[in-house]
């Protein structure tokens, strides 16, 4: 056991080094921040470059095989993880497909188990084998054996459940059980878990038919120990979505899990991925989300990746581990944004907002901020900066005395929420701490400033933003800015055309006509169409989004109608939607034209913050009727 | 002379043997495969079809299935695999539809598990009539030596030079092209044909060329073919190091001629830029999305809108003659004789 450890601690330390550029090897080979990942961890689907924020070894290539914390380090990279299988030298990158830490609290050995995307090249596992750092390998049959099935089919995601004092004398144990071992007798991965008290939950790659009815998805967790299904797909997801089969009628995989140690606890903590995406009416999620078993998403994709600032917003979620207990911590931090009050959480690496329509939001006129300020802080200030202009300091954004912002206060006598005072902030957008917290308690959901984006330098710009906060030893920054792309203009419609032009006579036999228009801006979202005239009560018709897989959308496209500058078909209208028999008269055909801003409105008096969608623009164009 | 008289029909012969009835897909052919003439897919995942019945009577559509257009199944991955007599469904990774015929079928594929029984892993190149490529044999030309699994093939040449090339590939065993994987890339040269594919993993250290799962590659070539960053549209972040992330290529299909602009693919990941896509789409090279996953998907009137898209053929050749055999093995046969 102990030169087991030696060559482990051995290999680690050549790998640190292995992976840097040669021309660093005569220095210190770097240790890989492993208490970064105590809380939990993930890998990505897809390799990427890390930004602003390389990794340890100064390496800013991140791989699909490497094992990241949710803090944007790169906690082991893949070679780490294989360390004692390629002890003579660096092995390939071989993917990490499943993982669960076991324990990290000795950096010089690391226990975790995982799985790799790919088989090793040498053939002493396969991918679907669960393996530990320490060089251990569990076949994929031996997990299936329970199941009757003895053929490989792939290892997605795994979860140890049980004491971790136990799951840890279960892993020594294996220093003895060879993998051969567990090919010759399956079953005795089911007695030494049984021996030692503890559960592998598992989900694997295909799906198995086994004998009788009985089939195993790819989207249900099984238990390595009891051979059943721990949780079937059906059960992993909310009742609207069509989970499971046959009944509900898709599998969606399951392609990450993590949760509670404790096997009572374990599956209401469900965390959990999927392997497609789901685009619901009344829940959406990405395979990159995690989710909450029987609840949806808990964690948009973004926010587990924004910390290494990759170029594209979504990079897949393969393998996840979550730390049994997270430290309980206060994070000075913005939460929302923007007048529908947008988690950040929902705000693409674009800077616009995804609140559940299938495209994305920019920001205008009133821009408020919420946010968490710790009981620490003595004063606080979001500040923005142009995307554009890269690092550097922000402007504040300041709510003034004179702007008359009125918030409800406590009454010193009877404690309650009637009195008022005005709110502000100085010149460069500071707000006291401790005022603000205890404002709190009569408002509970102040903002933490609102700003006027139209004023701002370029009010169709992307901007980064972010809290400043000084807790007494100067000026932090939150961990990461928050990207707002502002848009303060309305949609433009160029040119609205009919056949023949504006005031031409139409019968009925002209009917319907084709109705034409040109509509630009940098966040189109859709166009609609009325017919109106005489007393007639005004007929609309459906509203048209660039996305949507109808006719009148064919020249729509995010930034308006398609080619730029023409005249392009929308579709018919006709006067009979207005009446069986309409009579002679002069008829208007109204385009209206909206782009996808959110806009805010803060209305300091009264201490109002809301928001909408924005007022669509319009434009007529009319024609005589003559039966 | 007297020489060329006596070969050239001999040749002839040969020839129009090696165009005759190949290796089939087991006794019973593939009788759906007509179905897929001109597009197949297979998703990612399970799902139950709502549609019309499938001509076995199961309503399940595995993603180890190959479905084409109008909600036909062209063939169950049982079918598929029906040279090997496997069993348990093995998904269905990366496929291209050689002939399109019920008796005559050929079809090239890769799983997503590896045989039951060790005939062939899931990076090796399957073909109907029983021809197993490793996955080491297809990267010989990188000296890659390892497996990094099959996510995308599609074949380019002359659709009766393919049809040979995959008989003489099917006599061959796998240890075969283990221990000779050169052999590959002179049958390639000989039957002028190529491999187009892409893989699962990444191999920095490649000793010919970095190989990204995101690049089209060419087995006969050892070179890639199309990087990740020209597949994409220049407003998306493809490529690495450059522009920051690898989408991988998750499905591939282009003409016989290997013409670059016909390439069509899907990704590993979605996108949400614009133009955005989802890993489902079916994009064409530069340019976008061509055809929603939901779109595709949508005749088997399946309960969610999305299913993922893992293994594509699309008939980009439809007006091309390819059939007329005879001026061509004539041609050849002539040159080989002499």
Not at chain 1, 427 to 442: D, E, I, M, Q, V
């Amino acid at each position: 056991m102990f030169t087991r450890r030696l060559v482990l601690l051995v290999a680690l330390t050549m790998l640190a080094g292995a992976v840097l550029p040669a021309s660093s090897m005569t220095i210190a080979a770097p240790v890989p921040p492993l208490a970064a990942c105590i809380t939990g961890a993930f890998s990505t689907e897809e390799d990427f470059m890390a930004r602003e924020k390389i990794p340890f070894d100064g390496n800013p290539y991140v791989s699909d095989g490497d094992m990241l914390s949710f803090d944007g380090q790169v906690c082991m990279r893949n070679a780490h993880l294989l360390a004692a299988w390629f002890a003579a030298a660096p092995g390939p990158d071989l993917g990490l497909d499943a993982l669960d830490i076991l324990n990290i609290g000795d950096v010089a050995q690391p226990t975790i188990a995982f799985s790799t995307e790919l088989d090793d090249p040498a053939a002493r596992f396969t991918a679907g084998d669960l393996l530990f750092t320490p060089g251990y390998a569990i076949p994929n049959i031996a997990l299936l054996h329970p199941f009757g099935i003895n053929y490989d089919i792939g290892l997605d995601g795994v979860q140890f459940i049980g004491s971790q004092d136990k799951i840890l004398t279960f892993v020594a144990a294996l220093a003895n059980t060879p993998r051969s071992e567990f090919l010759k007798n399956p079953g005795l991965l089911q007695q030494l878990l049984r021996r030692y008290g503890v559960d592998i939950w598992f989900t694997v790659e295909g799906t198995a038919r086994i004998v009788g009815a009985i089939q195993i998805l790819d989207g249900d967790l099984l238990s390595a120990a009891n051979g059943v299904i721990v949780a079937a797909q059906s059960a992993l997801l909310p009742a609207s979505v069509p989970a499971g089969l046959p009944t509900r009628g898709v599998d969606f995989g399951l392609d990450a899990v993590a949760t509670s140690r404790n096997a009572e606890a374990a599956l209401a903590s469900l965390n959990f991925s999927t392997e497609i995406l789901y685009d619901g009416t009344e829940l959406s999620f990405t395979d990159g989300d995690v989710l909450r078993m029987g609840n949806g998403v808990v964690i948009k994709h973004w926010e587990l990746i924004k910390l290494f600032y990759p170029a594209a917003d979504f990079l897949g979620l393969d393998a996840l581990a979550v730390g049994e207990t997270l430290p309980p911590m206060c994070e000075n931090q913005i939460t929302d944004l923007g007048g529908l009050q947008v988690d950040v959480a929902d705000i693409n690496a674009a800077g616009r907002g995804e609140i559940g329509y299938p495209t994305d939001h920019p920001f205008g006129a009133s821009i408020p901020f919420w946010g968490t300020i710790c009981n620490d802080v003595n004063r606080f200030r979001v500040v923005f900066r142009k995307h554009a202009d890269g690092p550097g300091a922000g402007t504040g954004i300041p709510v003034l005395l004179a702007e008359g912002w009125k918030v409800k206060t406590r009454n010193l006598i009877t404690g309650a929420c009637t009195d008022s005072a005005f709110w502000f902030s100085d010149a460069n957008g500071w707000y006291n701490g401790p005022t603000y917290r205890s404002l709190l308690f009569c408002n509970p959901n102040l903002i933490l400033t609102n700003w006027k984006s139209a004023s701002a330098p370029d009010p169709n710009a992307l901007y980064r933003v972010w809290l400043e906060f000084d807790r007494g030893a100067g000026v932090e920054t939150e961990p990461a800015p928050h990207l707002a792309r502002l848009d303060n203009t309305q949609p433009k419609i160029n040119n609205l055309g009919i056949p023949g032009g504006a005031c031409t006579t139409f019968s009925s036999s002209d009917m319907p006509i084709m109705v034409q228009g040109d509509v630009s801006d940098d966040h189109f979202w859709y166009y609609r169409l009325s017919i109106g005239g005489d007393l007639y009560a005004e007929h609309y018709y459906n509203v048209v989004r660039y996305y949507d897989a109808v006719p009148g959308a064919a020249h729509l496209n995010a930034a308006g109608t398609t080619p730029l500058a023409t005249l392009v078909d929308l579709h018919t209208v006709t006067v009979f939607d207005l009446a069986a028999n309409p009579v002679r008269c002069a008829y208007g055909v109204r385009l209206w034209a909206a782009d996808r801003t959110i806009e805010g409105y803060f209305n300091p008096p009264f201490n109002l913050v809301g928001g909408y969608f924005r007022t669509p623009t319009s434009q007529a164009i009319y024609f005589d009727y003559a039966p | 002379m007297r020489r060329h008289v006596h070969l050239a029909p001999m040749v002839l012969m040969l020839c129009l043997l090696l165009l005759g009835p190949h290796a089939q897909a087991g006794p019973q052919g593939l009788p759906n495969l007509p179905a897929c003439k001109d597009l197949a897919f297979s998703t990612e995942e399970d799902f139950l079809s709502q549609g019309p019945t499938p001509p076995d009577g199961n309503p399940i559509i595995s993603d180890g299935d190959l479905l084409g257009l109008n909600h036909a199944v062209c063939a169950r991955n049982r079918e598929l695999l029906a040279s090997w007599q496997v069993q348990p469904d093995l998904g269905l990774d990366a496929v291209d539809v050689v002939i399109a015929d019920a008796q005559r079928g050929l079809v090239a594929f890769s799983t997503e598990l590896d045989d039951p029984a060790g005939r062939f892993k899931a990076g090796d190149l399957l073909t109907t009539n029983g021809a197993i490529i490793p996955n080491v044999t297809l990267l010989s030309r990188f000296q890659v030596g390892r497996d990094l699994g099959l996510d995308g093939l599609h074949f380019t040449g002359a659709p009766q030079q393919i049809v040979a090339f995959l008989d003489a590939a099917a006599k061959i065993r796998r240890d075969e092209w283990l221990a000779n994987p050169g052999q590959l890339v002179t049958l390639l040269n000989r039957y002028e044909v190529d491999i187009w594919f892409s893989t699962e993993g990444t191999e920095l250290q490649a000793a010919v060329t970095p190989i990204l799962d995101g690049h089209v590659l060419s087995a006969r070539l050892g070179a890639v073919v199309v990087n990740q960053a020209d597949l994409l549209p220049v407003t998306a972040p493809a490529g690495i190091p450059n522009r920051g992330v690898d989408f991988g290529l998750d499905a591939l299909a282009a003409s016989r001629r290997g013409t670059l602009e016909t390439i069509r693919f899907s990704t590993e990941i979605l996108f949400r830029g614009t133009p955005g896509f989802t890993d489902g789409d079916v994009l064409k090279k530069g340019d976008g999305i061509e055809t929603t996953n939901s779109a595709l998907v949508a005749p088997f009137e399946p309960k969610a809108r999305f299913l993922g898209l893992d293994a594509l053929y699309i008939n980009l050749d439809p007006a091309v003659n390819w059939d007329r055999y005879l001026p061509y093995i004539l041609k050849h046969a002539l040159r080989l004789a002499e």
